[in-house]
């Protein structure tokens, strides 16, 4: 993928989510297993997500704590797991589909052109970390506590306001259908 397109696949991604979750809505047939099984797995991206923001101050560091002692990418691996969730959720191989292929474009691009800024930015401390080598990491403190306000500063409750409305839409979509009893009509 060329520096270029992935600038323009990262820029546009939210914009493209929506795209892509309005098909997926189309397409979706839910049933009450699936909104079940789904929003477990969504649910653990979510909580990933959620972990991951409370021990980043993102553009400002480089951090081994918290599940990026792990993990070079939490929060993309934490939506990952969501769009697993949201596919189950839909009961639909062609949502599921387009739900990989939306997450594996926007992703892609996302971490290429986050690795490179934090190339820019950090130097050799960046490429250390990745290989578990750093050993003056670009981070204030490797083992800082989790905080909510950081999540909230992350804006990952605009994340989880996302979710909680594709699953109230998914929900929705499944009462019409007939799941709860109720189809919509007379």
């Not at 480089?62 to 969501?82: D, E, K, Q």
């Not at 639909?92 to 939306?102: E, S």
């Not at 989790?146 to 699953?167: D, K, L, Y």
Request: proline share 3%; glycine share 10%.
């Amino acid at each position: 993928m060329s520096a270029r397109l992935a600038e323009a696949l990262a820029r546009r991604r939210v914009g493209s989510g929506f795209v892509f979750g309005a098909l997926v809505l189309v397409l979706a047939r839910p049933t009450l297993a699936s909104l079940v099984a789904g929003l477990s797995i969504a649910a653990c991206g979510e909580g990933l997500r959620i972990w991951a923001a409370g021990h980043l101050n993102k553009a400002r560091e480089v951090t081994s704590s918290g599940p990026y002692r792990w993990f070079a990418h939490p929060l993309y691996i934490g939506s990952s797991i969501m769009g697993a969730g949201l596919a189950v959720m839909s009961a639909n191989i062609v949502a599921a589909v387009l739900i990989a292929i939306y997450l594996a474009t926007a992703l892609t691009a996302a971490i290429r052109i986050e690795e490179a800024f934090l190339r820019a930015k950090f130097g050799d401390g960046y490429d250390r970390y990745r290989r578990g080598t750093n050993d003056q990491r670009p981070t204030t403190d490797d083992h800082r506590r989790f905080s909510i306000a950081q999540a909230i500063a992350n804006g990952e409750h605009r994340t989880v306001m996302g979710v909680a409305v594709a699953v109230l839409l998914l929900l929705l979509k499944a009462t019409y259908n007939g799941l709860f009893g109720w189809t919509g009509g007379p």
